[in-house]
């Protein structure tokens, strides 16, 4: 939990974004100008920090253009950040910023770490995501949910939101009714050698066993079987205490076998069943009826007209649905109830991309209620692709079978140890930690494929390779002689060190330079990263950071040398915090 920050310290220029001022000053500059027009872009060329194709788009004659940008260009000189403004053919204008001004952000942040912007009306939000069925291990695909839901969560809670991480299980329905099934009967498990006891000790990859026989006789059609699932789903959704105890021992065994995995990942998650909301459901359904309509003796509601499928909300049984469970919970979340009665002001969903209809269409339905009139709740869904092999078909395992999340997790670690990746560390912890990093530094909507040698690369963008930069950074502050001490402590005693900073950008090497401007660029990636739930532009971000610190460092002598170790300090800072918002625990030695 990120505690939050005083107003004051709020004020810090660590939290200022180089290209919010830049397109602020664009946009009073000419009335064609707008907030998607005026994008600047980080730029290599010599003396141009930054560069904008802005006037390029207001469509004016080609020998104005120039002329035009020109005119604009000279208006930067009156910021305070800006050194230098210029125009260049066709209609470019290019900036450079003032050394004295990085200098003075890197200072800040060296002294005062990366604090949040200020948050004038903190939002509650809930975000619903991990999910996975009880009486299943963690597959890959929880894998993106898990580690994408809990960045979310910790981005939103570092800005100062009240944010409440959900694990909506399925602990209701077809698939834990077959499971149940299966496992009391010992005839049949016998005769395909399958375990018949189940009892607290069962382990979580017998309960997959049991389900997938379960499944194997339902597409086979075994039609009693299939009517003995049918009664206990019902029975399960009216409480019938007679599925009480084996219903319960698989919720609990499989919640110890998910909590393992979630941990090793840094995952932190409440579970919230399904179940939680059969009581609500009547209620839901209730208030559901003015937009339903009953068709083949199903309850359903056409959100996208009648030549559609529509969204069936309850079944000819009277029993309810997947659908039904997840309306029940989020009217539960606009509106509150019993178990949590806090009103979310936005709610936000992560899973894989192929629910993105079933997600709209609980949206639209809740739209078509009413209830977002009532309150006008975000409502969001963020959808992620597929994890695959190297070869572009579906992971599998060493042996061959599906992968499991504990495997993936389990052969990332045996992997580091075989590549010496890092000596005398835990293999176990790099591993997840690279793992979780990877997956992180993809694009969340493709898909990607999963690769360990890529994925424990320690020159590419990977957990290992930052890491690796932190504990360099705190070898530096070790070789300082205040090895029990923190940058903070050591920039306190060094007090000259600070104004030396400033006097330094005078005559500072390209490396330096060069890496000052980009730790002033962490607000814009934060910024970037948010507005479209994309990690992977915060890990782009550390890993430009973390390749221009080693350049830094190769080229300049930062022993015995204050203001280098200032920039290592605002290094240190702005790594380390990168790294927690992704999740990943930054080390000391490597």
């Known amino acids: 939990m990120f505690r939050a920050q005083s107003a004051a310290a709020r004020r810090s220029l660590s939290t200022f974004s180089i290209q919010e001022q830049l397109q602020q000053h664009l946009l009073g500059a000419h009335d064609g ?5 005026t994008l600047f872009r980080r730029s290599h060329q010599p003396n141009v920090d930054y560069q904008s194709s802005a006037v390029m788009s207001l469509g004016l004659r080609n020998n104005s253009v120039l002329s035009t940008a020109e005119e604009i260009s000279s208006g930067f000189s009156q910021h305070s950040m800006v050194q230098t403004a210029s125009a260049s053919k066709p209609g470019f204008i290019n900036v450079k910023l003032q050394d004295d001004w990085i200098a003075n952000h890197a200072l800040d942040v060296a002294t005062h770490g990366v604090l949040p ?19 299943k291990e963690l597959h890959v695909g929880h894998l993106r949910s898990s580690v994408l839901g809990d960045t979310i969560c910790n981005i939103l809670e570092f800005q ?7 694990s909506h299980v399925g602990d209701l329905g077809a698939a834990i009714a077959t499971l149940l099934v299966q496992s ?37 059609g075994d039609v009693t079987f299939k009517s003995m699932v049918d009664e206990t789903v019902l029975a399960m959704q009216r409480e019938d205490p007679a599925w009480k105890a084996s219903w319960g021992l698989t919720c609990e065994i499989s919640r110890l076998a998910h909590k393992c995995l979630f941990d090793r990942l840094g995952v932190q998650v409440r579970e919230r069943g399904e179940s939680t909301y059969i009581k609500l459901i009547p209620l839901v359904l209730e208030k559901l009826r003015s937009v339903a309509e009953e068709s083949q003796g199903a309850l359903c509601i056409f959100v996208d007209g009648h030549e559609k499928t529509p969204m069936l909300i309850q079944k000819q049984d009277g029993g309810f649905l997947y659908a039904t469970t997840d309306l029940a919970a989020m009217y539960s979340r606009i509106f509150g109830w019993e178990k949590d009665p806090t009103l979310y002001d936005r709610l936000i969903y992560v899973t894989d991309t192929s629910q993105s209809l079933h997600f709209r269409h609980l949206f639209q339905a809740a739209q078509m209620t009413g209830w977002l009139k009532d309150r006008p709740v975000d409502l969001q869904h963020i959808g992620f692709g597929l994890v695959m092999g190297e070869d572009g078909s579906k992971l599998s395992s060493r042996k061959g079978g599906a992968t499991t999340l504990q495997s993936l997790l389990d052969e990332a670690g045996i992997e580091s140890q075989q590549r010496s990746v890092v000596a005398d560390a835990d293999h176990r912890a790099i591993g997840d930690a690279a793992v979780r990093y990877y997956d992180l530094a993809q694009h969340r909507e493709r898909n990607y494929k999963f690769s360990y040698a890529n994925v424990l690369n320690l020159k590419g963008n990977t957990a290992p390779y930052l890491m690796y930069a932190s504990a360099r950074l705190h070898g530096i502050l070790r070789n300082a002689e205040v090895s029990e001490s923190t940058w903070r402590e050591y920039l306190d005693s060094q007090d000259d060190a600070k104004s030396l900073l400033t006097e330094a950008s005078q005559s500072w090497q390209p490396q330096e330079r060069a890496l000052a401007l980009v730790l002033a660029q962490f607000e814009d990636a934060l910024i970037e990263t948010q ?22 460092y190769e080229a300049c002598r930062v022993q015995n040398h204050k203001p280098r170790l200032v920039l290592c300090a605002a290094t240190d800072n702005v790594l380390r915090r990168g790294l927690q918002l992704l999740g990943i625990k930054a080390i000391d030695r490597m």
Do not use: C
């Not at 479209?532 to 430009?544: C, I, K, Q, S």
């Open 33 to 37: 100008f707008n907030m998607k027009n």
């Open 117 to 135: 912007r200020a948050v004038s009306e903190p939002k509650k939000v809930l975000v619903d995501f991990a999910s996975p069925n009880m009486g």
């Open 160 to 166: 100062g939101h009240v944010v409440n991480r959900v």
């Open 184 to 220: 009391q009967d010992s005839q049949d498990n016998g005769s395909n050698n399958l375990p018949i006891e189940f009892d607290s000790s069962t382990p979580i990859s017998t309960l997959g066993q049991w389900y997938e026989r379960g499944k194997q006789r339902l597409s086979r």
């Open 531 to 552: 507005a479209n739930w994309y990690p992977h532009v915060m890990a782009e971000y550390l890993f430009r950071l973390t390749t221009q610190f080693h350049a830094f």
